[in-house]
């Protein structure tokens, strides 16, 4: 097994891509050890001394470490422990654990904006940020501001207010006139 790996926008998080699949739909934030009780394979990447966060994408893991450690020093062990659990035969998420991950619910009279936000979001929005080891999903939609979560290595990343604002808030407000303002919510 080869597992390449990518840097991401956020210097704390790295990218492993172990060349198959880790959730079959969704994704799966572990932004604490606790967390991570539901899925074999972040508990044994929590393991790793040094580590804060953990997610999955359909084909990829990031993983965030603490400012005080340094990447060559933790990298072979999550290398390790990434191989371990694929040679293992574990599954990535214990039996009845569904990836929970993906965009609120939303009733009411803005139904047809939250849809179109929706959908924007999941086709030109997230497979950008996947790329950089990340998700983005709605969290709600009140008098014209959209609010966003964001996981992975979108979460704590320097340059996420710029993406934010620049970005898909531009994005949003051009295609959809009701959106005034995007604004990041913590879960």
Same mark, same amino acid.
């Not at 050890?33 to 972040?42: T, V």
């Not at 959908?119 to 983005?136: T, Y």
């Not at 996420?160 to 879960?187: C, D, F, Q, W």
């Given at each position: 097994?080869? *597992?390449? %790996? #990518?840097?991401?926008?956020? /210097?704390? %998080?790295?990218?492993?891509? &172990?060349?198959? !699949?880790?959730?079959?739909?969704? !994704?799966?934030?572990?932004?604490?050890?606790?967390?991570?009780? +539901?899925?074999?394979?972040?508990?044994?990447?929590?393991?790793?001394?040094?580590?804060?966060?953990?997610?999955?994408?359909?084909?990829? @893991? !990031?993983?965030?470490?603490?400012?005080?450690? $340094?990447?060559?020093?933790?990298?072979?062990?999550?290398?390790?422990? *990434?191989?371990?659990?694929?040679?293992?035969?574990?599954?990535?998420? $214990?039996?009845?654990?569904? &990836?929970?991950?993906?965009?609120?619910?939303?009733?009411? #009279?803005?139904?047809? @904006?939250?849809?179109? *936000? +929706?959908?924007?979001? $999941?086709?030109?929005?997230? &497979?950008?940020?996947?790329?950089?080891?990340?998700?983005?999903?709605?969290?709600?939609?009140?008098?014209?501001v959209v609010y966003l979560h964001m996981q992975g290595a979108c979460a704590g990343c /320097?340059?996420?207010?710029?993406?934010? +604002?620049?970005? *898909?808030?531009?994005?949003?407000?051009?295609?959809?006139?009701?959106?005034? #303002?995007?604004? /990041? @919510?913590?879960?």
């Open positions: 097994m080869f *597992i390449q %790996t #990518e840097s991401t926008p956020n /210097p704390a %998080t790295l990218k492993f891509l &172990p060349g198959q !699949t880790i959730l079959e739909v969704g !994704t799966a934030d572990f932004p604490t050890a606790e967390a991570s009780a +539901k899925s074999p394979l972040a508990q044994r990447i929590f393991g790793v001394e040094g580590v804060t966060g953990v997610f999955f994408g359909t084909d990829f @893991v !990031t993983v965030t470490k603490a400012d005080s450690v $340094d990447w060559d020093h933790i990298k072979p062990a999550l290398l390790g422990a *990434i191989m371990e659990h694929f040679q293992s035969g574990q599954p990535v998420m $214990d039996d009845g654990h569904a &990836p929970a991950s993906g965009h609120a619910e939303h009733d009411g #009279e803005d139904g047809v @904006v939250v849809g179109q *936000i +929706k959908e924007l979001l $999941d086709s030109r929005v997230r &497979p950008a940020v996947a790329q950089d080891g990340g998700d983005i999903t709605f969290h709600g939609f009140d008098r014209g /320097p340059s996420s207010t710029l993406t934010l +604002k620049m970005g *898909i808030e531009n994005l949003l407000r051009h295609y959809i006139p009701e959106v005034t #303002e995007v604004r /990041p @919510v913590a879960v």
